[in-house]
């Protein structure tokens, strides 16, 4: 069963304007952590933002806020202020660290941002 | 402090041939994963590794083995390549098992 879901493929924003990212998670566990990767056309994965299942408040970091809805099981990213080098594939992951503990990951959403 | 570091950055083999990748996590991290990333299946977990012992495989054939050194630098080999498997192959490291993951800037395997 698909435990992460990325509904948007592709999303465009415009410059210095702010996007969200949408991320729905698959879990029957209580423990759990929800990340958000970047991807530039370089490859390299970027750590953003990490939620814990038991956070009470909100991830953020710099301009990436993390959206945590636990009762929805929705984690979405949301990047203020967009900058063009933020243009990137972006992918939310999920671990779980008493169900095997591998990082699953989300099939991604190809952001552009518009001067 | 130094990233990941994997190497070699690209490779090019033969059906049939033998490839070993190699990663160097970030100095204190103990937790090694490695990833293969394809534009159809996206990224999926191929192992991870922890005290030099591994603690989780995902659904590759046996081909796909790795290992842990002492150091905690690891290796992935995969035997008798199929044209499949070209991929970009990521190592990530992380201090511990469930903290975040901090990724190397891959190895791209081409299989001809």
């Known amino acids: 069963a698909q435990k992460i879901t990325q509904t948007q493929p592709g999303m465009f924003v415009q410059e210095k304007e702010a996007v969200t990212l949408d991320c729905t998670y698959d879990?029957?566990?209580?423990?759990?952590?929800l990340f958000w990767y970047k991807q530039p056309s370089s490859g390299e994965m970027i750590f953003l933002i990490y939620?814990?299942?038991?956070?009470?408040q909100n991830a953020t970091e710099g301009r990436y806020s993390l959206n945590f809805q636990k009762a929805r099981k929705s984690a979405n990213l949301v990047i203020s202020a967009s900058q063009l080098g933020d243009s990137a594939m972006y992918f939310c992951?999920?671990?779980?660290?008493?169900?095997?503990?591998?990082?699953?990951f989300g099939a991604g959403t190809r952001l552009t941002v518009k001067p | 402090k130094a990233g990941v570091t994997q190497t070699p950055r690209y490779l090019i083999k033969t059906r049939g041939q033998q490839v070993t990748l190699s990663c160097s996590p970030i100095?204190?991290?103990?937790?090694v994963s490695w990833y293969q990333q394809t534009p159809g299946q996206g990224l999926q977990f191929l192992f991870e590794?922890?005290?030099?012992?591994?603690?989780n495989k995902g659904n590759f054939p046996g081909r796909f083995s790795g290992r842990q050194f002492s150091n905690s630098r690891s290796e992935m080999n995969v035997s008798t390549l199929e044209l499949g498997d070209s991929a970009l192959y990521l190592c990530?490291?992380?201090?511990?098992?469930?903290?975040?993951?901090?990724f190397g800037p891959g190895t791209r395997l081409t299989v001809t």
């Open positions: 939620q814990g299942s038991y956070d009470e």
């Open positions: 990530a490291s992380s201090y511990y098992r469930a903290h975040e993951q901090y």
């Open positions: 590794y922890f005290s030099e012992t591994q603690r």
């Open positions: 100095s204190g991290h103990r937790s």
């Open positions: 879990t029957s566990d209580q423990s759990y952590g």
């Open positions: 992951a999920m671990r779980e660290p008493y169900n095997n503990n591998d990082m699953r």
